[in-house]
């Protein structure tokens, strides 16, 4: 009922909707219109009530909603099914427990704030609240358990492709999945499997963007390598629309992987890559190696070429952009 609310309102807005026209619609009494009317302004709607005229939405609050989410929502699956928390440990973290729960594929799963948010290698996803853009998706791609890692950079040319529809900003891809710009991070992907020896069973992918950070949001320590969309553009950026657009992106590419294969994702994150044919140290827990990053091959690992002349297939870790 509220959501039906929402809408009414939203869609007289900026003019009043009377009492009695909700009441009618819903078939309810005024008491339980206004108890509705205090939930939105405690969700942070903003609602002015004139005694005989009615109830007029004069804003809407800087929160990614499930109701906000989905209104103007263009996809077929994904994002179909919300899951909104004001704060998670991780979204990847839920949206696991979801998936061993029979949370259908294309379910989302998006939060505020992270308490415990991790990248590779165990490090801290640092993200002020109301600020970012967190969320996972649960996905059951019909493909192999060695296939699964093309899904990361899937997810990274779509993500990269959102941005650059909604801000106009081109960022480039960092093997795997880092996205950046102008050398600095603006987003990071982290996607875990639950597999057989033949088939996925799911598979989730958990996307970071930093949207509306300023530069005293990050830790000093992040401040040289980290950015944001509003710091590029000196504006504040819609994050619900962008949200929006990501999965409506996100889904394009992946009815791409699932009808077409891994070839003309490849192509693209080609495309967008910022660590090909450039010298790079990759790391992993217990190594590093440093050449020079020659190619990314049809399963998706980069081909590094060593200083002996050995071409090295590494299937992950950590890469550094290197001067020379």
Partial sequence: MKETI???LKERSPEYVSGEEICKCLNVTRTAIWKHMQTLRECGYEIEAKPRVGYALTCIP????????LDGLSTRFLGRK???FDTLSTTNDKAKELARLGAPEGTLVVTEEQAGGKGRLGRRWFTPKYKGILFSLILCP?????EANQATMLAAVAVASAIKKETGIKAGIKWPNDLLVESKK???ILTELSAEMERINYL??????????DVIDFPEELRESAASLKNELKRKIDRVK???????????????????????????WKELSVSLNCPVRISTLNHSWDGWAEDVDGDGALL???????????ISGEVSLRLS
Avoid at 62 to 69: A, S
Avoid at 204 to 213: D, E, F, H, M, P
Avoid at 247 to 261: D, H, K, M
């Fill in 6 to 8: 929402l809408r009414l």
């Fill in 186 to 188: 603006i987003c990071g």
């Fill in 82 to 84: 919300i899951y909104y």
């Fill in 304 to 314: 590094l070429r060593l200083p002996g002349g050995e071409l090295k297939r590494v």
């Fill in 242 to 268: 962008l949200i929006q657009t990501t999965l409506a992106e996100f889904e394009r590419w992946y009815g791409i992987w699932l009808e077409q294969g891994f070839a003309p994702v490849l192509a693209r």
């Fill in 142 to 146: 019909p493909v192999m358990p060695p």
């Fill in 204 to 213: 989730v992918a958990g996307i970071g963007i930093n949207v509306n950070q």
């Fill in 62 to 69: 800087d929160r990614l909603y499930p109701e906000e989410i």
